[in-house]
């Protein structure tokens, strides 16, 4: 069986998209999705995501791991699965849609050929906790944030790893920043679990380091410019003492190749 699909990248990272509304795909079938993920011998990306039907919304988000499983909230993720469900017709302008932490809201900015600026809603964050080394919350995924003052002196695999599984954040881990903080504009590089290495963006990460930043700064500023290795993104939000609502990350969203796969 050959089923369709299409390659997206958010900032640089990279994810199979599928429309899965004919259910084609086992969700369950990691070792499917793992290969399709794999660099050499698949067609290659951070992770792979099923757009498929829902009744509370206009689509369900299903994101995956690029080791096959299935993940918790993807940003990047969230704004290529808007820009694909609006290049196959099923939305327009506006959607609502439902991915594993709940409702998120997107909004087409601008759509030209393979190019879309993607506006997207994050979850509140209510808590988060402070230590010695950084802080550790949830944007739809979990994220240790440490603070440092040259980001591109990181060595972020090593460093990654060591946070990664910290027994601090066992048994399922979490992915890890590396931010450099200039004002409201941050450099932020990070490690991500489930694809367990340095990925050129990551949407929830980048959305936490700005959240940490508001914090550990104590300034007041509730935009920030992110840069990563694979681009810049935007983050706004409110804040009433530590708690952040109104949470939006926007970038862009790109279509880098469509083709076919026999499974």
């Given at each position: ?10 900032a640089g990272n990279d ?107 994050l979850s509140d964050v ?138």
């Amino acid at each position: 069986m050959h089923i369709n699909f299409a390659k997206y990248h958010g900032a640089g990272n990279d994810f199979i998209l599928i429309d899965n509304r004919g259910r084609l795909i086992n969700p369950t079938d990691n070792n499917l999705i793992a290969n399709l993920c794999h660099r050499h011998f698949g067609i290659g990306a951070d992770g792979l995501i099923l757009l498929e039907n829902s009744k509370e919304a206009d689509f369900r988000m299903v994101y995956f791991n690029a080791d096959g499983y299935e993940g918790t909230m993807c940003g990047n993720g969230g704004r290529c699965v808007t820009a694909f469900a609006h290049s196959i017709g099923l939305i327009k302008e506006q959607t609502r849609f439902i991915a594993s932490d709940g409702i998120h809201m997107a909004k087409v900015l601008k759509a030209q050929n393979a190019y879309w600026l993607v506006r997207l809603s994050l979850s509140d964050v209510t808590s988060f906790q402070k230590f010695d080394d950084g802080y550790f919350l949830n944007t739809g995924s979990p994220h240790f944030v440490k603070f440092v003052d040259d980001a591109e002196s990181i060595d972020v695999i090593p460093e990654g790893k060591r946070y990664r599984w910290d027994e601090r954040f066992k048994p399922e881990g979490t992915n890890v920043n590396f931010v450099e903080v200039n004002k409201n504009k941050l450099i932020v590089k990070t490690f991500e679990r489930g694809v367990e290495d340095h990925t050129l963006s990551c949407g929830t990460g980048i959305t936490a380091s700005a959240l940490a930043a508001a914090i550990f700064t104590g300034e007041n500023f509730t935009n920030y410019e992110v840069l990563s290795p694979g681009g810049s993104l935007q983050v706004s939000f409110e804040k009433v003492t530590e708690v952040f609502t109104n949470i939006i990350l926007e970038g862009p969203a790109e279509r880098s190749f469509e083709g076919s796969v026999k499974v």
